[in-house]
């Protein structure tokens, strides 16, 4: 494999259909819970709290350029400190990969395959991921790469073709009318956004990695822009109130929506196999993350004997919420907590490396490419 092979073009990519995942159905709901009428807003809010984690991880990248975090984190706080918060990590992307498994298999027994077990569901998910995983990071970001038109354009025609249905006054006022638990609310929105830690280890192999930025921004806005279009439908189209009581708002907006002359009454067969594609892209990433992230820590230089060694640990912690509501409540509590690993980490390794000097070197020989 050729050092520094990967495109800000590639790069983008993965940012963006990694953080396009199963949260995609319940947004509108989270953001209408808090803020009534401003769910719009309160989403933006969310985004931009969501892009800081994303801006301190790139900056981190760029300065240690030849290291993912795993790696530069032991040089700035040491050895050991750095192996047990990096051990959280790990902790905390496995059962990342574990919930959206879960929330996957919720939805296919519920929408699609009623009469399937949810086991069945999630083990074939994650069984699909543990293979691919295996690959070298060339195929990782070509398959990001691959994917996101098929999630985007999708996304966005559904949004389109459903605003003829909606109510500007659903989105009034702006602001919303009642306000519940903003900050949390808040914080579960960002924590959307906090799978863009896989940038960590894509800054290494980009062929410019000052241009992580530029990746940066367009991964976070492509991202941003379709969940926030999907509220703003959502809203418009069902209204606060009746949201409250959707389980998956997301899915019953393509259910109302059609394309013109009738050439499909309903779309949601067509969005369940976008949304599918989501959910695999970020199982990929969430599950790469943290099989190579314990591949760098114990200095291994093959990765791939974790993909089914970590597969029955993540089958049976995705089993452990016994319903639906439980498995949500789990959910933002893993998000809410996680955030202080993907946004507090990052801040804290930042100050140190600015407060002790410490930057990697852009001209060094490529083992540490080899070992990634």
């Given at each position: 494999?050729?050092a520094?092979?990967?495109?800000?073009?590639?790069?983008?990519?993965?940012?963006?259909?990694?953080i396009i995942?199963?949260?995609?159905?319940?947004?509108?709901?989270?953001?209408?819970?808090?803020?009534?009428?401003?769910?719009?807003?309160?989403t933006?809010?969310?985004?931009?709290?969501?892009?800081?984690?994303?801006?301190?991880?790139?900056?981190?990248?760029?300065?240690?350029?030849?290291?993912?975090?795993?790696?530069?984190?032991?040089?700035?706080?040491?050895?050991?400190?750095?192996l047990?918060i990096n051990?959280?990590?790990?902790?905390?992307?496995?059962?990342?990969?574990?919930?959206?498994?879960?929330?996957?298999?919720?939805?296919?027994?519920?929408?699609?395959?009623?009469?399937?077990?949810?086991?069945?569901?999630?083990?074939?998910?994650?069984?699909?991921?543990?293979?691919?995983?295996?690959?070298?990071?060339?195929?990782?970001?070509?398959?990001?790469?691959?994917?996101l038109?098929?999630?985007?354009?999708?996304?966005?025609?559904?949004?389109?073709?459903?605003?003829?249905?909606g109510?500007?006054?659903n989105?009034?006022?702006?602001?919303?009318?009642?306000?519940?638990?903003?900050?949390?609310?808040?914080?579960?929105?960002?924590?959307?956004?906090?799978?863009?830690?896989?940038?960590?280890?894509?800054?290494?192999?980009?062929?410019?990695?000052?241009r992580?930025?530029?990746?940066?921004?367009?991964?976070?806005?492509?991202?941003?822009?379709?969940y926030?279009l999907i509220?703003i439908?959502?809203v418009?189209?069902?209204?606060?109130?009746?949201?409250?009581?959707?389980?998956?708002?997301?899915?019953?907006?393509a259910?109302?929506?059609?394309?013109?002359?009738?050439?499909?009454?309903?779309?949601?067969a067509?969005?369940?196999?976008?949304?599918?594609?989501?959910?695999?892209?970020?199982?990929?990433?969430?599950?790469?993350?943290?099989?190579?992230?314990i591949?760098?820590?114990?200095?291994?230089r093959?990765?791939?004997?974790?993909?089914?060694?970590?597969?029955?640990?993540?089958?049976?912690?995705?089993?452990?919420?016994?319903?639906?509501?439980?498995?949500?409540?789990?959910?933002?509590?893993?998000?809410?907590?996680?955030?202080?690993?993907?946004v507090?980490?990052?801040?804290?390794?930042?100050?140190?490396?600015?407060?002790?000097?410490?930057?990697?070197?852009?001209?060094?020989?490529?083992?540490?490419?080899?070992?990634?």
């Amino acid at each position: 494999m050729e050092a520094r092979q990967i495109t800000m073009v590639q790069a983008a990519a993965v940012i963006a259909s990694t953080i396009i995942g199963v949260g995609v159905l319940e947004l509108p709901r989270l953001s209408v819970n808090a803020m009534d009428s401003g769910a719009p807003l309160f989403t933006l809010i969310g985004a931009l709290i969501g892009l800081v984690g994303l801006i301190l991880t790139t900056v981190l990248g760029v300065r240690f350029p030849r290291k993912s975090l795993i790696q530069y984190s032991e040089d700035i706080i040491g050895r050991w400190l750095a192996l047990v918060i990096n051990m959280a990590l790990v902790v905390f992307f496995s059962i990342l990969t574990a919930l959206a498994s879960r929330e996957f298999g919720e939805v296919v027994v519920t929408s699609v395959l009623k009469r399937t077990p949810l086991e069945v569901t999630v083990i074939m998910m994650l069984l699909l991921a543990a293979v691919i995983v295996r690959t070298d990071i060339a195929t990782f970001t070509s398959v990001h790469l691959f994917y996101l038109p098929f999630m985007f354009v999708p996304g966005i025609a559904i949004v389109i073709f459903s605003l003829k249905n909606g109510f500007a006054l659903n989105l009034l006022p702006i602001w919303g009318n009642e306000h519940h638990q903003i900050f949390s609310g808040l914080l579960t929105i960002a924590a959307l956004f906090q799978c863009s830690f896989v940038i960590t280890l894509i800054i290494p192999f980009m062929r410019s990695p000052k241009r992580a930025y530029v990746s940066m921004l367009w991964g976070w806005g492509i991202s941003g822009v379709l969940y926030l279009l999907i509220v703003i439908a959502a809203v418009a189209v069902f209204g606060p109130e009746e949201i409250k009581v959707l389980m998956w708002p997301t899915l019953e907006l393509a259910k109302t929506t059609a394309l013109p002359a009738n050439i499909l009454e309903r779309l949601d067969a067509a969005f369940l196999a976008v949304w599918v594609t989501a959910v695999f892209t970020t199982l990929f990433s969430t599950y790469y993350l943290t099989i190579k992230s314990i591949t760098q820590m114990f200095r291994l230089r093959d990765h791939k004997m974790f993909s089914y060694f970590l597969l029955p640990f993540i089958f049976l912690s995705a089993m452990l919420p016994q319903s639906v509501l439980q498995m949500y409540d789990y959910i933002d509590i893993v998000g809410q907590t996680g955030l202080i690993l993907t946004v507090g980490y990052p801040c804290l390794l930042l100050m140190l490396a600015m407060i002790r000097k410490k930057r990697g070197e852009e001209n060094v020989g490529s083992d540490h490419q080899k070992n990634l």
